[in-house]
């Protein structure tokens, strides 16, 4: 049984702000929100924090994690970026890498960033024999198709099967959906309602072409939606009509698309959507909405139980920021990757300042220290090993701006 205390730490629940918390954390759950019970052994006092439920990624390609970006748009739909990217000469130099390293360099962006779980949007057969290496976690279960259009990649069992297959289990049904604006692709909706498609196991990526009607008609399924807003804009010069999802009160989440489209992390993504927002419809996108993009509404829309929130008997899987003063939800949006102070993941540390190692080791963590973005880390695994690997792979020391860590070839 593994039992230790975060203490001093103010906590954005996300939907309360409480200063000065002990945080109980038995095995992989949260045993208790307050001034602690006393019996804990393993303390780390982290009184310049802010513990927030670990951040959802709701959207990225683990095996597409590359740099940098491909593409020349604006593009009609996803698929003649696709073939630009597949001419690519960093195509060709991604190519040279193990599937399972490019795995683990996906998943360790996400880590360094705060993310405790990422929806890696991939077929099971492909992303199966990985997921268990990772240093983060991938949502497991889940039913999909490529997306909607006649022209979708053969992934699933078709848009009813899968469905039936979410409702049935409990699960979510995840697409690409309304990505462009030929003919088809902006009747997804419609064609995915017919095909009994949309409902609130549904969870919509993109919605570029949402048309006003579409949105009510999301709302009124239960759907949710995710917004990729840096790859949107580099793809298309669009994005989806967040304004009026905000309106209806869609349930909407944030996600990063791969970095060979989109933004270099969930940090990036949240400060982009929010300058995003205010270009396209002049107004404030709020933090605390934001925060809930990435942590209580993914939960949602992921069927996710006992995720997303700081709460007696939830997961235990939670990130620490650096309190910048303001808001407590301003030092979560506002964070660069020297502020993820600490990420817990089903009840371990597994990234955090190197002053932090005592506790890593008390708990039986494996962790490696590291120099990111000239602050001293420590991550569990072999981050370096990794980067040197991938290096050899491609013949040069390959620099990743998403994982600018130091490292010798
Ligand atoms: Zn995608």
């Not at 959507?273 to 209580?296: N, Q, S, W």
Request: with cysteine; charged share 25%.
């Amino acid at each position: 049984m593994k039992k230790w205390t975060i203490t001093g730490v103010d906590v954005l629940t996300p939907e309360t702000h409480q200063k000065k918390r002990h945080v109980d954390i038995q095995d992989d759950r949260i045993k208790s929100v307050g001034k602690g019970d006393g019996t804990a052994q393993i303390l780390l006092n982290i009184e310049d924090g802010i513990l927030a439920p670990g951040l959802v990624n709701s959207h990225d390609h683990l095996l597409g994690n590359y740099y940098p970006k491909v593409g020349n748009g604006p593009y009609e739909n996803w698929l003649p970026w696709d073939n630009d990217l597949k001419s690519a000469p960093v195509y060709q130099e991604r190519q040279q890498i193990e599937n399972r390293d490019l795995y683990l360099l996906g998943a360790y962006r996400n880590l360094v960033s705060g993310v405790t779980t990422v929806s890696d949007h991939m077929p099971h057969f492909v992303a199966e024999p990985f997921y268990d290496i990772l240093p983060v976690k991938a949502i497991r279960e889940y039913a999909l198709v490529h997306s909607v259009a006649s022209f979708a990649l053969a992934w699933g069992e078709g848009i009813s099967a899968e469905y039936a297959k979410a409702k049935e289990q409990g699960i979510p049904f995840v697409t690409h959906c309304s990505e462009g604006f030929d003919a088809e692709t902006k009747r997804d909706i419609v064609t995915l309602d017919r095909q009994g498609g949309l409902g609130d196991h549904s969870v919509l990526v993109h919605g570029l072409a949402f048309s006003e009607s579409d949105i009510d008609l999301i709302k009124e399924r239960g759907a949710s939606v995710v917004w990729c807003g840096d790859s949107n804009y580099f793809m298309y010069s669009k994005t989806t009509n967040v304004k009026y999802l905000r309106k209806k009160g869609v349930n909407l989440c944030i996600g990063t698309d791969s970095p060979m489209s989109g933004g270099l992390n969930i940090l990036h993504e949240m400060k982009f959507d929010k300058a995003l927002y205010k270009k396209l419809f002049g107004e404030e996108l709020p933090d605390d909405e934001i925060v809930r993009m990435v942590t209580a509404n993914p939960a949602k829309a992921f069927w996710m139980k006992n995720h997303g929130q700081v709460k007696e008997g939830f997961h235990a899987d939670l990130t620490v920021f650096r309190n910048k003063g303001g808001s407590a939800a301003s030092s979560v949006v506002s964070a660069g990757l020297k502020d993820v102070m600490l990420v817990v993941i089903d009840g371990l540390p597994v990234y955090g300042e190197a002053e932090f190692a005592p506790v890593f080791a008390a708990l039986g963590v494996k962790y490696q220290q590291v120099v990111l973005d000239g602050a001293q880390k420590i991550i569990i695994g072999d981050l370096v090993g990794l980067l040197k690997r991938i290096s050899r792979a491609v013949g040069f020391k390959k620099k990743f701006p998403f994982l600018p860590v130091e490292f010798e070839v």
